[in-house]
Structure formats: C-alpha cells, structure tokens
C-alpha cells in the first residue's frame, strides 16, 4: 500500500477541494492517504479585505497543518496551491522553503510527486503554477507524475496534462470535471507510488 501526502494552501476552500478529491482518488487506489494545509501566514487585514478569504479562515475544517514528517512519511506527495502570478503561493512556498534538511540526507529522492492548481482566470497562470511547484520536485530528485491525458479519456476535456485544475470565475467551486480529473490524478499517483515503493 502507498503512502500518500497531500500538502496543500487554500484562501477559498477552492484548492482543498481539489485535495479531497485527489485524496478520494488516492485512498480509492488502496493508498493510506494524509491531506495536510500548510499554515496561513497573510496578514489579517488582508484576509479581512475578501469575505470569501475570511470565511475559509474562520471556518478552516483542518486540525493538523503539514509537517517534514509527513514527507518523509510519504511515498508520493501531491503539491496543490492556488495561482500567484504563475507561482505558487508564498504559504506554500515557505513551508517547502523548510525542507533543506530532509533533502540534504536524501530523505525526498525517488518518491513520486505530482501538482495541481486554481486560477481565477484562465490565462491565470495554472500550467506555469504546476510547473512552478514541480520546479521543487526536481531538486529533490523525486520523480514528477504528470496527470497527462492517457490515464482516462475524460481528462481530455479538463485540459490540462500537467495536473489538476480549475478556473474559479466570479469565485465559484470546482466542478465535477476538475474533481474527477484530481480524483485521476490522485488514483495515478497511488498506483505509480506503489510501483516504486514495492
């Protein structure tokens, strides 16, 4: 059975969505799966300035954030953040920021990782988000699983080959198309995960 570790920034409730579902496809895989935000870290003015922002905040239903031992923990890791200017967002990024000592023992080398994405428009930046996110897959040496098109015929119509995503115009939920494709995703990175860790 693979071990799996969704880590995750959500402002709106949008990109934890896309979590769960990708977590759905995972433990649907057989994986033993963990769903873990990282920590928000934007000043309370700023979240108080989006009602949708403070209502995430307010009514956050995670008890645990992501820890390094849950990367260690895992055999494949799923990175998910909402678009910032074709990156991810600085929550995520500081918390990947904290991960030099578990690379430099080695300790994030040849898991499988894989990433996923909201914008609010669709030239928003999502392809450059999943590549951004990856760009830490990389240094780790862990192996980058793209959600690519073969895995189902549907994801043909989400459109997106890099990973899992969703264009949240005028703020609304992903819809069933953007979940079925991060349950794909999450169900492929189970099974790949399990090929390399058995």
Sequence with gaps: MARIV???YSA???V???AEALAEGARGAGAEVRVRPVAERAPAEA????RRWQEWVDNNPYDTEASLDDLEWADGIALGSPTRFGAAAEQLKAFLDTTGGLWAQG????KVGTSFTSASTGHGGLEATIVAMNMVFYHWGTI????GYAADPS???SGNP??????SRRSAAPDDEALGAARVQGARLAEVAAKLAG
């Design 47 to 50: 979240i108080a300035g989006n």
């Design 144 to 147: 980058i699983m793209p959600l």
């Design 6 to 8: 969704v880590v995750f």
């Design 16 to 18: 934890a969505a896309l």
């Design 155 to 157: 994801l043909m119509q």
């Design 107 to 110: 300790k994030l080398a040849s």
């Design 12 to 14: 709106t409730g949008n």
């Design 162 to 167: 890099y990973g899992a995503s969703w264009v």
